[in-house]
């Protein structure tokens, strides 16, 4: 079993649709929590942090439960340009060297018109 | 520009061949990370320092992969006799974070895309 878990997807979705993507993780003791983006062929680049009390982007909100191991990530009136894989990713934890960040295998998005 | 600066680019080398990949990372970024990413796969940690110090390797695939940052900054990240398994594109980010962990943001370079053939 991988650390971090995510929706297989893929996503299809219409524009202006919304859109949740979920992740789990497996040490409990992990102390940050990221969604990157990845285009296509391209290097994955920091969408946004996660914090515990939920936090929100324009159109994005990122939900954390420590108790469950679970984040979530929601997209509001997807855009043509949202198409894209998203990367859930755990940093540090038990028995983990603190910088060291553990990737999912992300989930990918395609919006269309 | 100021980000992540990996080379080359594209590398196809021959099974048993020797390579050697470059990662250039912010100024003045004190954590830098080697990260190997299959096809439709997530990024897999292999490597971490801080500074010229690698304080965890636990993630290099076998013996035959190596890296080191020796000053500090430019990091060289060498795989000894290819094989086929490992290719892959690698993956370097720098942060300015240290150790502690937090929530730093680490930028990525655009990846080597080796091809073993």
């Known amino acids: 079993r991988k650390e971090v878990e995510q929706d297989p997807g893929p996503f299809n979705v219409p524009e202006g649709a919304t859109v949740a993507f979920n992740c789990t993780y497996s040490?409990?003791?992990?102390?940050?929590f990221f969604w990157y983006r990845q285009d296509c062929r391209k290097e994955p680049k920091l969408l946004m942090s996660?914090?515990?009390s939920g936090n929100e982007d324009g159109r994005f909100t990122a939900q954390l439960n420590r108790a469950s191991q679970y984040i979530s990530l929601l997209i509001r009136d997807s855009k043509l340009s949202d198409s894209a894989t998203y990367l859930c990713?755990?940093?540090?934890?038990?028995?983990?060297?603190?910088?060291?960040?553990?990737f999912g295998d992300g989930t990918t998005l395609t919006v269309k018109p | 520009g100021a980000g992540v600066s990996q080379s080359p680019r594209y590398k196809v080398a021959k099974r048993g061949q020797d390579v050697a990949l470059r990662c250039d990372p912010i100024?003045?970024?004190?954590?830098l990370f080697w990260y190997q990413q299959a096809l439709g796969q997530g990024p897999e940690f292999l490597t971490y320092?801080?500074?010229?110090?690698?304080?965890?390797k636990s993630g290099l695939p076998s013996d035959r992969f190596f890296a080191e940052r020796p000053e500090g900054s430019v990091s060289t990240l060498k795989i000894q006799r290819t094989q086929q398994e490992d290719s892959a594109v690698y993956l370097c980010?720098?942060?300015?974070?240290?150790?502690?962990?937090?929530?730093?943001?680490?930028?990525f370079g655009q990846g080597t895309r080796l091809t073993v053939v």
């Open positions: 980010a720098s942060s300015l974070a240290l150790a502690s962990g937090g929530n730093t943001e680490a930028f």
């Open positions: 040490n409990s003791a992990s102390q940050s």
């Open positions: 996660v914090y515990s």
């Open positions: 990713v755990v940093k540090g934890g038990r028995n983990t060297n603190a910088g060291k960040s553990t």
């Open positions: 100024s003045g970024h004190v954590s």
């Open positions: 320092f801080q500074n010229e110090a690698q304080l965890d």
